[in-house]
């Protein structure tokens, strides 16, 4: 900090850095801040199905059949917890349950969960 | 450790979280502030009730905070050296020490929801400089209930969108620390 006060020309690029990072993460906020009510969050291994359910507005019984599991009721084991009991790679269930979504999406339920995506 | 944290909270709920935020104000660095929002989503899910997760953050995060005061106040010398080094270093120590004094009961409050890095070096800071405990507390449990209520409170709103919200959330703190460098250079720059 004493060298950039006794360096006007070091104090003037910190401040255009400053400027410029400001910008930087301002607009990589406003695009997260357009795409919070436009897009759902990607299916991730620690979601649970009535997570994944909730977050993209489909039944999680869909998703539960998706996936080859009984639904139950209370059922909040994660995608990997699950993949791991039926001996199946993480990867295959995201697959099955980011399809399931899509076929959902394209022939909504009527009593489906949530807003329309 | 991200994904144990977030999937512990999905499948378990309350004893989870208050776990972790627990650990986290300790100063053990995890992702509070998902973890938090995630909460949010789960109340919105009706998993737990919105009011009993504000009140298990809060009581979490006060707790880890009073240990962290108490290894300060009462720690001795040779603990506090111990906990510093385990944070990061002592003249990092010194220097919110220095900071605490200035700041007082307005320091401790907004680093418990806005400069929240900061937390644990002003929970230690303070139990050295013997901070009145009782002032502590008050700014601690205005400061963590604060936190816990925006954050779980936005994870409510928007609880179909909390990957992207925390995004939204680690850039914008990042565009204000870059803000306020540059208000703080530009004025040093420009007054004379």
Excluded: C
Aim: hydrophobic residues 50%; without cysteine; charged residues 20%.
């Amino acid at each position: 900090m004493a060298l950039i006060r006794r360096r006007p020309l070091l104090l003037g690029l910190t401040f255009v850095l400053a400027i410029a990072v400001t910008f930087v993460f301002g607009f990589r906020a406003g695009a997260h801040a357009r795409r919070i009510r436009r897009q759902n969050d990607p299916v991730r291994p620690w979601m649970s199905v009535p997570f994944i359910a909730h977050t993209h507005h489909v039944p999680s019984e869909i998703l539960f059949q998706a996936i080859g599991v009984q639904p139950r009721e209370h059922d909040r084991r994660p995608i990997r917890q699950i993949a791991r009991a039926e001996k199946r790679p993480v990867a295959d269930l995201v697959r099955d349950l980011e399809n399931a979504i899509a076929n959902a999406r394209r022939n909504p339920q009527p009593n489906a969960p949530g807003k329309a995506p | 450790m991200r994904e144990q944290i977030l999937a512990a909270l999905s499948q378990y709920g309350s004893p989870a979280l208050f776990g972790v935020v627990t650990i986290a104000a300790i100063g053990v660095p995890l992702p509070i502030t998902l973890l938090l929002i995630v909460t949010g989503s789960l109340a919105a899910q009706g998993m737990v009730s919105f009011w009993w997760a504000v009140g298990l953050a809060t009581a979490g995060s006060v707790l880890g905070d009073q240990a962290g005061y108490a290894i300060g106040r009462w720690g001795g010398s040779r603990l506090v050296d111990r906990f510093s080094r385990l944070l990061g270093s002592r003249e990092r120590l010194e220097k919110t020490q220095a900071q605490a004094r200035e700041w007082g009961g307005p320091g401790i409050f907004f680093s418990r929801w806005l400069i929240t890095a900061l937390g644990p070096w002003v929970n230690l800071a303070s139990g050295i400089a013997e901070y009145s405990w009782t002032r502590f507390l008050i700014w601690d449990v205005a400061g963590e209930f604060l936190g816990a209520l925006i954050y779980i409170l936005l994870g409510r709103v928007f609880s179909d969108s909390v990957i992207t919200l925390d995004e939204l959330l680690g850039d914008f703190s990042w565009a204000m620390v870059a803000l306020l460098a540059a208000v703080l250079i530009g004025w040093k720059l420009f007054k004379k």
